[in-house]
């Protein structure tokens, strides 16, 4: 049993060799939701449960385990408010078994405007006024009224680990790091703002992440990662821009695949997925987005190559579904091979960390400096 809590949602999933049997609803008053397993061993159940919910988890406060009925083990989760729940199944695939996932959502989803105010985001000036109750039509002169806002998407996450170092590093521990401090140098710029697509280790649909960069009307959207290859002497920096024809390598393609397949590891409720493919994936007509995009994607790689050597001397394109926004400037950036033992080990150096989000911080100046966000803001306000 595993359980990922966050703001977005929290995730509970029980993993066995065999497809479990199980029975789940809600109760109201106090507000909690119950499972109840069949076949389990109760003992099994309860050493599994150990610590397993955080101080922290928005939704769940604690886990309650009885035996209900002979054969049956009852799991009830008293929970901190009102939610909605959503469970499915998982076939297995890489190195999972057959998975039971439980997902608990706040009644009402979190407004992105008011998610960066709660956390002491930066806001631009009529945003500030907007959400005060304030005529946002006349700003104090002094204050910035115009962010770019930069989406930062650290991959993987929760059920998906991403690619798995010779020396253990998981990939998505390696994207949120790097992601975080890119996050900070960009909120240290004047005119420029961040939002993360996770700010913690969970799972979050691809098409979601486009949806948040969307909700929030993003400037320009970057995806982490740390690349993986089958031979351990791969190595050096990539960027990749959408194409929307062929791959432009067979590498290029087979990484784009490989990243799609995320949604099966993490693991995606198939009866939502096409739902949200239907809204937030492209029209593939927008061509000059993607053409953007292998400008930011130039701008970029030349500034990793000031810190690491290039794996290829050219933005790279292919089908990557997290960056088929058809309004915004998306790039994916593989940092390095974390399957090359030597830059694993780089990657887990602090030093480093920094000069690759310094690096894609220039990249994305430069971008900036030769095309300037558009004059309106970034969110909607009327």
């Known amino acids: 049993m595993r359980i990922w809590p966050a703001r977005d949602y929290t995730r509970l999933t029980l993993e066995s060799r065999e497809p479990l049997k199980y029975g789940v609803f809600t109760l109201s008053n106090p507000e909690r939701v119950v499972l109840d397993l069949e076949s389990v061993a109760l003992d099994a159940v309860i050493a599994e449960l150990q610590s397993k919910v955080s101080e922290t988890d928005p939704y769940i406060a604690r886990l309650r385990v009885a035996r209900n009925r002979p054969g049956v083990v009852r799991v009830v989760l008293d929970l901190k408010t009102e939610v909605k729940t959503q469970v499915f199944t998982l076939s297995p695939i890489a190195d999972y078994g057959h998975r039971l996932v439980l997902d608990i959502y706040p009644l009402v989803p979190l407004d992105p405007l008011a998610a960066l105010f709660e956390s002491g985001g930066k806001l631009s000036a009529s945003e500030r006024a907007v959400l005060n109750g304030v005529n946002p039509a006349a700003p104090p002169k002094a204050a910035v009224v115009r962010l770019a806002t ?7 996450g929760g059920e998906d680990p991403g690619a798995k170092g010779r020396h253990g590093s998981y990939e998505k521990d390696i994207t949120l790091i790097i992601a975080q401090r890119l996050k900070r140098l960009l909120d240290a710029e004047p005119d420029m ?6 700010d913690s280790d969970y799972y979050l649909p691809l098409a979601l992440r486009v949806a948040k960069a969307r909700a929030v009307r993003a400037d320009l959207f970057v995806s982490v990662h740390a690349d993986a290859f089958i031979r351990p002497h791969a190595r050096g920096s990539s960027v990749f821009a959408l194409s929307e024809r062929r791959a432009t390598s067979e590498a290029a393609s087979w990484l784009a695949r490989k990243e799609n397949d995320a949604d099966l590891v993490g693991g995606v409720n198939i009866d939502l997925k096409d739902r949200y493919l239907a809204q937030t994936l492209l029209d593939l007509s927008q061509t000059a987005t993607i053409d953007y995009s292998l400008r930011l994607g130039n701008a970029v790689l030349s500034e990793l190559g000031r810190v690491n050597r290039l794996h290829k001397p050219r933005v790279e394109q292919a089908s990557f579904a997290v960056l088929k926004a058809p309004d915004i400037p998306s790039i994916l950036v ?26 894609l911080l220039a990249g994305i100046k430069r971008y900036f400096a030769r095309h300037p966000p ?3 803001s970034p969110l909607a306000l009327n």
């Open 150 to 156: 930069i989406v930062i998407d650290p991959g993987h």
């Open 193 to 198: 703002r961040a939002v993360l697509t996770r």
């Open 334 to 359: 593989e940092t390095a091979f974390i399957s090359n033992p030597e830059e694993e080990k780089r990657l887990n150096d602090d030093a480093y960390q920094d000069k690759l989000a310094r690096a």
């Open 374 to 376: 558009r004059p309106q």
